[in-house]
């Protein structure tokens, strides 16, 4: 079935450096793409989403961008700040509207 | 307001015990999920509900039931809870496009259950 795996956490960074968690998945159609963010004690959020290939979703500073021939979507932000420390998830939603999760890399940020 | 709701945000329970968590979506959705998400902050799909229908049942035990008595409700009931029960339950709801798979999660704040 159709499944996303990202890097494994913790990932520590000191303020203002540049983040990438990647994501790779696979699917037997052309799903979405999303990434979420759960900031400490809150349920999880939309960060970013792209629906087809070569697209790129953007928020907060975020980016990422649909890879079909990598199957693969990277997240970066080229300047983290303390209050970006969060869980963050990679998912995919298939043409069943199935939503799968990858297992979430928890993002701390010094300053 | 609201969009996904779930209640109680925190519940504690002794081994044994039968326990209801409840969610409403005020969205409009066809699709309303729940999920467990483990201590090291894993995120499992249990259940998916389409328009008062199951479609997805992963593997989860029998005490886990969930119970939709509209399409803007779905609840889980849980049965003979276990220490390993503990977790934090996440409930959502998508609208269904089943067309072009373009779909969104919203999710509920969460609720903490501990079983002792």
């Known amino acids: 079935g159709d499944s996303v795996t990202q890097m494994e956490g913790p990932v520590t960074l000191s303020e203002e450096a540049f983040l990438t968690i990647n994501c790779t998945y696979t699917?037997?159609?052309?799903?979405?793409l999303f990434w979420y963010v759960q900031y400490p004690g809150e349920g999880l959020q939309l960060l970013l989403k792209?629906?087809?290939?070569?697209d790129k979703g953007s928020n907060k500073g975020f980016e990422a961008t649909y890879r079909k021939e990598t199957t693969s979507f990277h997240l970066e932000k080229g300047s983290v700040q303390v209050s970006d420390s969060a869980v963050y998830f990679c998912?995919?939603?298939?043409?069943?509207?199935?939503?799968?999760f990858g297992a979430g890399t928890r993002l701390t940020v010094k300053p | 307001d609201t969009a996904v709701s779930q209640t109680p945000k925190y519940l504690v329970t002794q081994m044994g015990n039968d326990k209801s968590i409840k969610c409403e979506q005020n969205l409009g959705h066809d699709t309303m999920y729940w999920y467990k998400q483990d201590s090291k902050k894993f995120l499992k799909i249990m259940f998916s509900?389409?328009?008062?229908?199951?479609?997805i049942n992963e593997t989860v035990p029998n005490r886990f039931s969930p119970k939709s008595p509209d399409k803007a409700h779905l609840n889980l009931h849980i049965n003979s809870l276990e220490l390993g029960d503990s977790a934090v339950y996440f409930c959502?709801?998508?609208?269904?496009?089943?067309?072009?798979?373009?779909?969104?999660?919203?999710f509920g704040q969460g609720t903490r259950l501990t079983v002792v």
């Open positions: 998912a995919l939603s298939d043409i069943r509207n199935d939503m799968r």
């Open positions: 792209a629906t087809k290939a070569d």
């Open positions: 699917a037997t159609g052309y799903p979405s």
């Open positions: 959502a709801s998508s609208q269904d496009s089943s067309l072009t798979g373009n779909t969104e999660a919203f």
């Open positions: 509900y389409n328009n008062k229908e199951l479609i």
